[in-house]
């Protein structure tokens, strides 16, 4: 889009032209290179060591404007207690769509709430604790979620479609406390020393559906993400309730998303940014 010239000059100088065609370069940015480029030259002819400075207005957006990107969130607050607090929302509101099932805030909060006291009740879970979550997708996918994070612990998605090897890899490095997974995916855990709940054989339709006393904070993992591992052993990385709240409220402040809108929940949950 632009030819940089250098021309012949005199002992201690030379000329330099810039030319631009009009149609594939702004005038402004044309001005900025040409100036960018003089205060380059400058400091490299004054600078025999060839260090060069960032311009002043340059170090001021780089630096200043650039990274000026500080925004209050609700840090202190859960991933479930943020839903919860949707569901005093819009209760009545669809949360879920799964083939011919519909679910509204209220209910879904209240069938995961049965599940987290069915847990709660039978294990006992501490905050950072881990539980492996292989379901298919479905509404016992969010359910599931939303119940290992209102019982305080955090969840490691595994996706039954895993090699063998994968999956045991996985359930050995986070030293999962249970798995929470189809009856049709029981088999691949059998060698497992933990427990295995089938989650189509708890009842969510009757039970306590109170939302659970909560007994994790901000600071608490909410679940672990494994890498591929094609460099070697898969990595887990740990992420905290604060830093998905953070990456929502990022979310909510880029992409306008209003009651009337629906979001198509298409990625695996072994994927961080789902």
């Known amino acids: 889009p632009f030819v940089l010239n250098v021309l012949q000059g005199g ?3 030379f000329r330099v032209r810039l030319v631009a065609h009009d149609d594939y370069i702004s005038e402004e940015f044309l001005s900025y290179f040409s100036d960018y480029y003089k205060e380059s030259l400058s400091q490299l002819l004054s600078n025999r060591e060839g260090d060069l400075k960032i311009t002043s207005n340059d170090y001021q957006q780089v630096v200043e404007d ?5 925004k ?3 840090s ?3 991933v479930s207690k943020l839903f919860e607090d949707q569901v005093l929302k819009t209760p009545d509101n669809i949360a879920v769509i799964y083939e011919d099932i519909e679910l509204s805030y209220d209910e879904l909060n209240k069938r995961s709430n049965r599940l987290a006291h ?7 879970i501490a905050p950072d604790d881990i539980l492996a979550l292989c379901l298919d997708r479905s509404e016992y996918m969010l359910i599931g979620i939303l119940a290992i994070l209102k019982l305080g612990g955090a969840y490691v998605p595994i996706d039954p479609e895993y090699p063998l090897e994968r999956i045991n890899y996985i359930l050995s490095d986070t030293k999962a ?8 995916y029981r088999d691949i855990f059998s060698d497992y020393g933990s427990s295995i709940i089938s989650v189509e054989g708890v009842d969510l339709s009757t039970g306590v559906s109170s939302n659970l006393a909560s007994i994790a904070s901000s600071n608490n993992l909410a679940y672990v993400i494994y890498t591929s591992g094609t460099t070697g052993n898969p990595k887990g990385v740990m992420v905290e309730h604060k830093s998905v709240i953070n990456y929502i409220e990022n979310i909510k402040h880029h ?8 979001v198509d929940f298409s990625t695996n949950i072994g994927f961080d940014l789902t």
């Open 11 to 13: 002992k201690d100088s």
């Open 66 to 70: 650039w990274n000026g990107v500080e």
């Open 72 to 74: 209050s969130y609700p």
């Open 76 to 78: 202190d607050k859960t």
């Open 118 to 124: 069915y847990l709660r009740s039978n294990y006992k």
């Open 177 to 184: 406390k249970l798995v929470l997974t189809n009856t049709i």
């Open 255 to 262: 992409i306008s998303i209003s009651s009337l809108d629906t």
